[in-house]
């Protein structure tokens, strides 16, 4: 089994950047996919980014775009959520999610097997 934990969220302003950490244990990636999803309250679930382990290939949501950049490290297992030019509706907690095998579309939810307890961030205007 794995286990994700996230950190580094925290409280900042409009235009200030956090960096996101995901640590895995118990297992490795392989190549499955890890992605980024941020939920705010009373709001649905929105994809944010993903890494394919194997290759680095990465996937972004069209609103973070320009902004996060995720990226993985191999050696200590963790994914990376760099957060740039942040803004009052990127308040949300942010969960990492694993998947297990293969899958058509990593922006969906429900395509990940693994989940972490989330780390909230929230932007100050």
């Known amino acids: 089994q794995v286990q994700l934990v996230e950190s580094g969220g925290g409280m900042v302003q409009t235009g200030d950047s956090l960096r996101l950490s995901c640590a895995a244990s118990g297992r490795t990636f392989g190549r499955n996919a890890v992605g980024w999803f941020r939920q705010a309250p009373g709001k649905e679930r929105e994809f944010v980014a993903a890494?394919?382990?194997?290759?680095?290939?990465?996937l972004y949501s069209d609103s973070v775009k320009g902004r996060f950049t995720i990226s993985r490290d191999i050696a200590k297992n963790t994914v990376y959520l760099q957060m740039n030019s942040l803004r009052p509706d990127d308040t949300a907690v942010y969960y990492c999610a694993a998947t297990k095998y293969y899958a058509n579309n990593y922006s969906a939810s429900n395509q990940y097997d693994y989940w972490g307890q989330g780390t909230q961030v929230t932007v100050s205007s």
């Open positions: 890494v394919i382990w194997t290759s680095g290939v990465t």
